[in-house]
């Protein structure tokens, strides 16, 4: 679901985001779409979240990582936020 803006003011956030992110956000090509977003569909559409847990599974399944799931990549982000040096509250926002 796209929601166009957040229930509350304190919804709007500043992101800090790593130089290198940035580059590798910036090279990407721009798949132009109604929505603007950074990873639409390959058709230029939403991602629907089942389509791309499945994705994630054939990616990872044949490597071994059966057991990864996208809740794994959040905790892991979540733990380099924290040994970064950023605030619960700043965590919490991303």
Request: no cysteine; proline share 5%; net charge neutral.
């Amino acid at each position: 679901m796209l929601q166009p803006k957040p229930k509350s003011e304190s919804g709007w956030r500043t992101l800090h985001l790593p130089a290198w992110l940035l580059l590798l956000l910036k090279s990407r090509e721009v798949v132009e779409s109604e929505w603007n977003v950074v990873f639409p569909s390959q058709q230029g559409k939403l991602r629907d979240r089942s389509n791309t847990n499945a994705d994630l599974r054939e990616a990872l399944d044949p490597l071994g990582f059966g057991w990864v799931t996208s809740h794994n990549f959040r905790k892991t982000a979540a733990t380099l936020l924290d040994d970064a040096g950023l605030t619960v509250r700043e965590i919490a926002d991303h």
